[in-house]
């Protein structure tokens, strides 16, 4: 039996010698003929066997001479056809064909195991039968994949598996680098990332997030899929040819987040810095997966040491953006108490910021000051579960960057020549606040009682500007105009609301009040208790003064007419001097308080 098993071997592989005829130098039996293919390895198995038996009886024969020289031939035969499967076979072994072929390869490994047959190995019927849907490439890529596994198996088992990894090697390792070369995938320094331009920046921050994707689910995925395939028999030649392959390309990939964290910080980098962990972030477990093998665990300690610098940067841009806020020293003042530039630019930072909720929470939880969270701790209910502690975390510091807004706002106010435009412009600046908060995700975590809270501030300070503003006009009129008075002294208050109308009217046609409804309000208010009590006064008393000549310039304004005056406020129409002066007097600053503490 032994003796039939090695001639029957040394007619096949003497057929199939790469140094014999010129046909068998350029033709490949896997490519020429499966079904001889088969048989070529099952003939290797059973000069293997035939070999061990031999060796087992201590057997110096020239038989087993002769079995060593086939099992040489053969293997180089083997090595051959290995080498031009993963060379001819490229576009049917890339990554994407690869990641599809592995519910195929499955499907066939799971009937060869049923069979328990060592000769069983897959053909191109049984690749047709596992799935109608395969595509053409599917099945070519499953077909090559079969083949290296069927290759691979019988040089390990023959102990020439170091010829055959080495090909893999080296022909893998070169298909890796050149699919991350062509995804913009590039060794970068430093040096190289501070020297770079926002829009080159921008550009390779993008090409990244979009490469990452592709690198992890189909180039690295296919690469695992295919050595687990290829080298099945084998962890440990499987482990050391995925390695090999991808780990120098994954450790590169994945160091370029983590030199971006290192680069010059700016406040609008962090929103890039956000998208690059939540990148990682949402594809660790794929990484993990994937570089599950010991040898590549320094890929995942590069991912890892990424998500820490990146979280890192971030804290430190957001403790620098607030400091920043603190520091804001423009004594410019805003004309007609509008909203300020920085209210403007803050409100729209963090209502970006607030887009990232996910990573926020990853970052900000258990880095929030104490101070911060017992300041504001009245806002917010206490957590009832992880989850939402995590998420009061995320609304402390929104919004405790909003207090320190609000608080740099107040000291703006100061500047304001006329105590009555810097609680207008306090008014203004909060209530765009409590909008931005209204229109975007910030309400999600500030919540209806930070806004309810919000909106009686402001609704104090328009009291407080109609107290300055209008109590000097309203003070003209008597308390109680229904007593009898003299006509001097009636004509006397006509003169002087005249006087206090106009003044009031001129100084406030230049003032703003940027919101709609705010600002009918306020004009709402100011009509009811000023038209009412001149209404009252004029009623009452102008009979007094029928007699009088020129009686339309001492009695300026009607009642009727008093309201179309009142429309034209807070529109901006006419700049008043009063609104540029960039120091409040010594007895205004007093007269104020703290407005901006909760």
């Known amino acids: 039996m032994m003796r039939e098993n090695i001639e029957n071997a040394e007619a096949m592989i003497t057929k199939w010698d790469p140094d014999g005829s010129t046909y068998t130098k350029f033709v490949f039996i896997f490519q020429e003929n499966r079904k001889e293919a088969k048989e070529f390895i099952k003939c290797i198995r059973d000069l293997r066997r035939a070999m061990h038996f031999m060796v ?65 190995v897959g053909s191109e019927e049984e690749f047709q039968m596992a799935g109608e849907s395969v595509s053409e490439v599917e099945r070519l890529s499953d077909l090559a994949i079969s083949n290296l596994s069927l290759i691979a198996d019988c040089m390990i088992s023959s102990g020439y598996g170091k ?4 090909i893999y090697k080296i022909i893998r390792k070169s298909i890796v680098d050149e699919e991350l070369y062509h995804l913009g995938i590039k060794q970068y320094t430093s040096s190289m990332i501070n020297k770079t331009n926002s829009e080159i920046f921008e550009h390779r921050i993008k090409n990244w997030l979009d490469a990452i994707k592709i ?56 929103f890039q810095l956000m998208d690059l962990y939540e990148c990682i972030s949402d594809l660790w477990p794929e990484i993990e997966s994937i570089f599950s093998f010991e040898s590549v665990s320094a890929v995942k300690l590069q991912a890892l040491n990424s998500l820490q610098k990146l979280g890192d940067s971030v804290r430190i841009i957001l403790s620098e953006f607030e400091s ?63 989850h939402e502690n995590q998420k009061l975390a995320i609304s402390v510091r929104l919004a405790w960057i909003i207090l320190v807004l609000l608080c740099k706002l107040d000291a703006k106010a100061e500047l304001y020549n006329d105590i009555a435009l810097s609680y207008l412009f306090l008014a203004n600046n909060l ?41 000097k ?17 009636v004509k006397g208050c006509f003169r002087q609301f005249n006087l206090a109308f106009e003044d009031a009217y001129r100084k406030q046609t230049s003032w703003v009040v940027p919101d709609g409804k705010l600002r009918d309000e306020i ?56 609104s540029s002066s960039s120091h409040s007097s010594p007895s205004s600053s007093q007269s104020r308080v703290s407005r901006c503490l909760p």
């Open 473 to 489: 006009v309203l003070s003209t009129l008597p308390e109680n105009p229904n007593d009898f008075m003299y006509s001097e002294t």
């Open 324 to 386: 920043s806020i603190q520091k804001n020293s423009s004594k410019t003042l805003v004309p007609g108490g509008g909203i300020h530039p920085l209210t403007i630019s803050v409100m729209n930072y963090i209502s970006l910021l607030a887009n990232y909720s996910v990573v926020l929470t990853d970052i900000i939880t258990d880095s929030t000051p104490a101070t911060q969270s017992l300041l504001l701790e009245s806002y917010f209910e206490s957590p009832k579960s992880d």
């Open 215 to 270: 690198a992890i689910k189909t180039l690295f995925h296919g690469e695992r899929v295919l050595c687990d395939h290829v080298f099945s028999m084998s962890n440990t030649i499987r482990e050391s040819c995925f390695t090999s392959a991808t780990k120098e390309g994954a450790i590169n990939l994945f160091r370029f987040p983590e030199l971006v964290a290192k680069s010059k910080r700016s406040p609008d980098k962090i």
């Open 56 to 120: 087992s009886e201590n057997s110096v024969s020239d038989q087993l001479v002769l079995s060593q020289n086939l099992m040489q031939i053969a293997m180089k035969r083997l090595e051959k056809e290995f080498y031009q499967i993963l060379t001819a076979n490229r576009r049917y072994l890339d990554p994407e064909s690869v990641s599809k072929s592995s519910r195929t390869l499955a499907q066939s490994r799971s009937r060869s195991s049923e069979s328990d047959n060592e000769d069983c």
């Open 523 to 578: 004009k709402v208010s100011i009509a009811k208790k000023l038209v009412g009590a001149y209404r009252e006064f004029y009623d009452t008393n102008l009979v007094t003064l029928s007699g009088e000549k020129n009686l339309e310039v001492l009695v300026r304004f009607d009642p009727d007419n008093l309201g179309n005056y009142l429309s034209d406020l807070f529109l901006g129409t006419a700049l008043s001097g009063s």
């Open 163 to 166: 010829e055959c990894v080495k």
């Open 431 to 471: 209530q765009f606040a409590i909008d931005k908060v209204r229109a975007t995700n910030l309400k999600f975590f500030l919540g209806d009682d930070w806004v309810t809270k919000h909106e009686k501030k402001v609704k104090q300070y328009a009291a407080n500007y109609e107290a300055m503003a209008w109590n």
